[in-house]
């Protein structure tokens, strides 16, 4: 089994929502400076952004013909079938997130987000294109 995800996937979904507001609010009690409106209103920003990505962000492995995905609790096993398409958001942010479509909805929805180890420079992150290779050839098509 291969994981596709980057190995800090814990840390994006159990850490950093918790370390976020606790190291904001301690910068602002620290400076002065940073006692205004806009770093008031930072930390509440930065904590339901990291929540969120903590919610819906899973961990990603290949296995064979199978995608398994987890969230640390409950796993599931997708065949790459079953997968409509994997795309990225935004080329700006190669390898930040990477979605995966599902024709019908697992146990975690039929949108999954997961966040790859990191690529280098701009662009569409390589393993879009490994997976929907691997998609087409799973459903018989050629690549």
């Known amino acids: ?6 190995s800090w996937t814990w840390y994006f979904k159990f850490l950093q929502p918790v370390l976020w507001p606790v190291f904001a609010t301690l910068a602002m009690l620290s400076d002065p400076s940073l006692r205004t409106w806009s770093f008031s209103v930072l930390p509440v920003l930065g904590a339901g952004y990291f929540w969120w990505l903590a919610y819906t962000i899973k961990e990603v492995s290949l296995d064979g013909t199978s995608l398994v995905i987890t969230d640390y609790g409950r796993t599931v096993r997708v065949s790459l079938q079953d997968v409509e398409r994997v795309w ?5 942010q190669r390898g930040i997130t990477v979605h995966i479509g599902l ?3 697992s146990r975690f929805g039929s949108d ?3 966040m790859p ?4 420079g701009y662009g569409q992150h390589p393993l879009i294109q490994e997976l929907t290779d691997k998609i087409r050839e799973a ?3 050629e690549p």
């Open 103 to 105: 024709r019908t909805a």
């Open 112 to 114: 999954i987000l997961f």
């Open 117 to 120: 180890k990191l690529g280098m």
């Open 88 to 92: 990225q958001k935004s080329r700006w």
């Open 139 to 141: 459903k018989g098509l």
């Open 1 to 6: 089994m291969r994981q596709l995800s980057t």
